[in-house]
């Protein structure tokens, strides 16, 4: 699984922003997806995942109510949709893989920078 995420950039306080990460393999159905973020100096944390074959997702509280993760299968591409943006979103936001039953994410994209400032 290779893994492309792309749309970060700079965004005002209050701002929104839709990331998209890209997979390059035959199907996602067997596949959890998610979303994560580390900011520097910090632990990389989870967003939130979605499971690819139902569209269930879960959300940590890290921004709960202000992220919507979402997929489009035809394009095998996951979306994060952020709003009300702070400064403390400022991280790289990665997505990564792995199959169902897993426990760890066996790929990862390479990251897109979130800069949140006015």
């Known amino acids: 699984v290779q893994l492309q995420a792309s749309g970060g950039g700079l965004v005002q306080p209050g701002g929104s922003l839709r990331l998209s990460c890209a997979a390059s393999?035959?199907?996602?159905?067997?596949?959890?997806v998610a979303w994560f973020r580390q900011a520097p100096g910090k632990e990389r944390n989870l967003i939130g995942t979605i499971r690819w074959n139902n569209g269930i997702t879960y959300y940590a509280d890290s921004m709960k109510g202000r992220a919507t993760i979402s997929r489009d299968n035809a394009k095998k591409t996951m979306y994060l949709q952020m709003n009300s943006l702070k400064p403390e979103d400022a991280a790289v936001y990665y997505c990564a893989a792995k199959p169902l039953g897993a426990t760890s994410y066996d790929w990862w994209g390479q990251g897109t920078q979130v800069t949140v400032s006015s």
């Open positions: 393999v035959r199907t996602l159905s067997t596949y959890i």
